[in-house]
């Protein structure tokens, strides 16, 4: 295996600033893995080889005429494909969107492109990014590199499954109810789910606008925090933006310590449906992090266990009004009989045609929940319920620095296995939905390989909205004492593959 592809983001921006290595050359080197990995991975929808290395090639012309290079110069990084990116297409994981071009380019894809980043490609995704295993994409499943008979978690499964399988060093992603901490604690890697408003949603297709939120995946915790910090910051053109100083993720994440530290360990997410190799990874490193001075007390959250039902009132609610705009005649997809017809003729079959299963339900479950008659007892409850876990979130920190919990009941699972039955599927997001209804930050950090099947089970940190620097110091403490156990920076090294 060409070392270049192993190594972290940050080594490969400080070999690029440094004259060691070419940005063409590291980019052609994820390009070859690419070409040999990914007809098995199947993380990318689109690899955007040409570019790729045209940019590189710009990179390495400014740094011999001696111009002042990018923090993420040449370090390729994949992009879900809901970001819209100018000279690639975006698709939303969904046949409505087949082939649509977008006309400009998303906030953080410009802002990651101007910081010296690559832009390799774009990854596969549940459809409109519903769901949890990249199986509701409307261009089959991505896969896991640590077993390819089992999914990467989703909805940006093809993102984490990229980074794991060496493919990317780093990867957007974004999370609504858990799809960047999911697919990363089922892959193995590293990814947050920053404050929302901390990272601009211009740009990125939305699913369900209150909740939407960018963030990244790599290897390691420093990787993903320099990817953190170059994507985040006030952007005018998101109404939800904060306008308010990013986080000092990097600093954090280069001195993890807990000593002192508050931890509290959410009572609700263990017990039934947590799979045992998960539960005593998940122990361990609470026992962990007390050995390294934090004081870890156990916090009961009573509100969590509806939120899962809450959101899906909310989200869906939201998909049912987002994705009124894709109706056959502005974007992508239109279907017509011969001869053509009415124009809500279009609009329905284009619909019917160009929509998956999972993202009809939601629409339909949303278009319920909002009609008349049903508002208050749906959609308003639910809105009452999101009030409750935010008090839970408010209460806890008030007494706990950050919460901490596993990021998902189970390893990753079988393709095909919960393909066919909704509320397993939902089920994997229990642990990661409160934190996106409140709208704090956490991250998803590798502790350890279950038992009953070598998988990877993660650690779930949270922490309260524009505290996301506290994630970092923890799972940086976290990682540096697995690394000296196992000798090797994460668990990443993706067994099916490497
Ligand atoms: N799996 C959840 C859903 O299907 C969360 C998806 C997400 O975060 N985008 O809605």
């Not at 549940?126 to 991505?142: I, L, R, V």
């Not at 408010?394 to 950050?402: K, M, N, R």
């Not at 524009?466 to 000798?487: H, I, K, M, N, S």
Request: charged fraction near 20%; hydrophobic fraction near 40%.
């Amino acid at each position: 295996m060409n070392e270049l592809i192993t190594m972290t983001a940050a080594d490969l921006s400080a070999a690029v600033a440094a004259g060691e290595v070419s940005a063409a050359e590291v980019t052609a080197a994820h390009l070859d893995r690419i070409a040999s990995v990914d007809e098995r991975v199947r993380a990318f929808l689109h690899v955007a080889a040409d570019d790729a290395l045209a940019r590189a090639r710009e990179i390495d012309r400014d740094r011999a005429a001696g111009e002042p290079l990018g923090p993420l110069a040449g370090v390729p990084v994949a992009v879900k494909d809901l970001f819209t990116t100018v000279g690639m297409p975006t698709t939303c994981g969904s046949k409505i969107l087949q082939g649509w071009r977008p006309p400009y380019e998303s906030t953080i894809t410009r802002r990651l492109r101007d910081a010296g980043a690559i832009l390799i490609g774009k990854t596969n995704m549940d459809e409109f990014a519903m769901g949890s295993s990249t199986e509701n994409s409307g261009y089959g499943p991505s896969r896991n590199p640590w077993d390819l008979a089992k999914v990467p978690g989703g909805s940006s499964g093809g993102s984490a499954a990229a980074v794991a399988a060496y493919e990317a060093p780093l990867a957007l992603g974004t999370d609504t109810g858990g799809s960047i901490r999911q697919p990363a604690a089922v892959c193995g890697i590293v990814g947050t789910k920053p404050t929302y408003g901390g990272s601009s949603r211009y740009g990125v297709v939305a699913f369900a606008s209150s909740l939407d939120t960018p963030g990244p995946f790599g290897r390691t915790v420093l990787d993903t925090a320099l990817l953190h910090e170059a994507m985040s910051g006030y952007d005018p053109m998101d109404s939800t933006s904060i306008d308010a100083p990013a986080p000092p993720v990097v600093e954090a994440a280069r001195h993890g310590d807990v000593s002192g530290m508050r931890i509290g360990v959410v009572t609700e997410f263990s017990g039934d449906g947590y799979q045992p190799g998960v539960m005593a990874r998940f122990t361990e490193a609470v026992e962990l992090l007390e050995s390294l001075g934090a004081k870890v007390t156990e916090i009961s959250c009573p509100h969590f266990r509806y939120a899962l039902p809450a959101y899906y009132l909310i989200a869906p609610s939201e998909v049912s009004s987002n994705l009124a705009r894709f109706d056959g005649m502005r974007y992508g997809l239109r279907a017509e009989r011969p001869g053509g017809g009415s124009a809500e003729e279009v609009m329905a079959l284009s619909r019917a045609a160009g929509f998956g299963p999972e993202v009809k339900r939601r629409i339909m479950l949303g278009t319920y929940a909002l009609s008349s008659g049903y508002y208050d007892a749906y959609y308003g409850k639910a809105q009452q319920v999101r009030t409750l876990v935010i008090r839970d979130f408010d209460a806890a920190f008030g007494q706990v620095d950050v919460l901490v919990s596993p990021v998902t009941p189970t390893t990753a699972f079988p393709i095909g296995e919960r393909a066919d039955d909704p509320m397993a599927m939902y089920l994997a997001d229990l642990c990661t939905i409160p934190t996106d209804l409140a709208g704090n930050a956490a991250i998803a950090v590798p502790c350890g390989l279950a038992d009953e099947d070598g998988l990877p089970a993660g650690l779930q940190v949270m922490a309260p909205p524009l505290a996301d620097d506290r994630l970092y110091r923890v799972a940086a403490a976290v990682e540096a004492a697995f690394t000296d156990r196992w000798g090797h920076p994460l668990l990443a090294e993706a067994k099916g593959l490497v």
